[in-house]
């Protein structure tokens, strides 16, 4: 070497200053516990606007049952935008209470899409096998089995994200 010292991993210094904005401090879950009274964590992330752009795309694609005025805004956005509907014209569009119905209007297979997008996009981690490793389609579909377990990841979710609080911590969503 040239005299030069190494130069900091900056990339990786700037995930970790990312990640201690986005990544909340572990939760000690309260609905589960192991066999010898083991406790499990989570941490829960703000949704980036890509996922948070998914999870009220699937609200809009699945909502079975809207109001009379949240019906002819959909029927005037479809017309608007034939060609697709994305999820930057929803985002733009529809405000937090319009996306709570739509959410709340959403066939139960619908809701479970969102619940399950929310809570895999929504919790950065978990420590259920002993070290802290990122969250999977397979855990959220385990953790999908437990309706409390379910209710409880989705309030921290929703805590985390407050414009998806409304209309999406009823537990019979799962």
Sequence with gaps: MSGEQAKPDRLGAFRKAVDLVVVGEPVELKSVKGEDGR???VKPRKLSKKNAARVRRLAVETATDLSPGLQ??????????????????????????????????????????????????????????????????????????????????????DDMNPPFAKGTSESSET
């Excluded at 899409?113 to 809570?119: M, S």
């Design 72 to 157: 002819a805004k959909m029927r005037r956005i479809r017309k608007e935008h034939p060609e697709e509907l994305t999820e930057e014209i929803i985002e733009a569009e529809l405000s937090d209470d319009e996306m709570a119905e739509l959410t709340k209007a959403s066939d139960p297979s619908g809701r479970y899409e969102i619940v399950h997008a929310k809570i895999l996009y929504g919790i950065a981690e978990h420590d259920f096998g002993g070290e802290y490793e990122p969250m999977t389609e397979d855990v959220v579909d385990l953790i999908l089995e437990s309706e409390d377990l379910a209710a409880e990841m989705l309030e921290l979710v």
């Design 39 to 41: 406790t499990f964590h």
